[in-house]
C-alpha cells in the first residue's frame, strides 16, 4: 500500500514562501503519476501542480503559474512543492497524491492513493 505524508505546511505573510514535502513510501513509486491539490471548506478538491517523471511532464494550473514549483528527489522518495509569492487565496488543506498512471493526469478523481494534508494559512 502506497503511504504519503506531508509536510512543511504552516502560517505565512502574503508575499512569503513555504515548501510542503510529501515522502512516498515505503518502496520506490518515483515513476508514478505525482500531484499536489488544495482544498478549503466547502469547495471541492483542485488541482495546483503535478508531474509524471517518466515522461518529464508537468503542469500548473493558472493561479500558480509562475509562483509554484514541484519537484521530485528520487534518492529520497520525496516530492516537493515550492511556493513563492504566496497570497491569501492560496490558503487551504493540501494534499500530494500519487498514482500509477502512464502519463501526467491532474483530476483528484485519476488518483487513489493520498496523504493527510497540510495547513496553509496565508495572512493578508
Known amino acids: 500500500q502506497v503511504e504519503l505524508v506531508e509536510s512543511g505546511g504552516g502560517s505565512v505573510q502574503a508575499g512569503g514562501s513555504l515548501t510542503l514535502s510529501c515522502k512516498i513510501g515505503p518502496y520506490d513509486y518515483s515513476d508514478y503519476c505525482q500531484g499536489w491539490f488544495r482544498q478549503v471548506p466547502g469547495n471541492e478538491r483542485e488541482g495546483v501542480a503535478g508531474l509524471y517523471p517518466p515522461a518529464h511532464t508537468s503542469y500548473y494550473t493558472d493561479p500558480v503559474k509562475g509562483r509554484f514549483t514541484i519537484s521530485q528527489d528520487k534518492a529520497k522518495n520525496t516530492m516537493y512543492l515550492q511556493m513563492d509569492s504566496l497570497k491569501p487565496e492560496d490558503t487551504g488543506v493540501y494534499y500530494c497524491?500519487?498514482?500509477?498512471?502512464?502519463?501526467?493526469?491532474?483530476?483528484?478523481?485519476?488518483?487513489?492513493?493520498w496523504g493527510q494534508g497540510t495547513q496553509v494559512t496565508v495572512s493578508a
Open positions: 497524491a500519487a498514482d500509477p498512471r502512464t502519463e501526467l493526469v491532474a483530476y483528484p478523481e485519476n488518483f487513489h492513493n
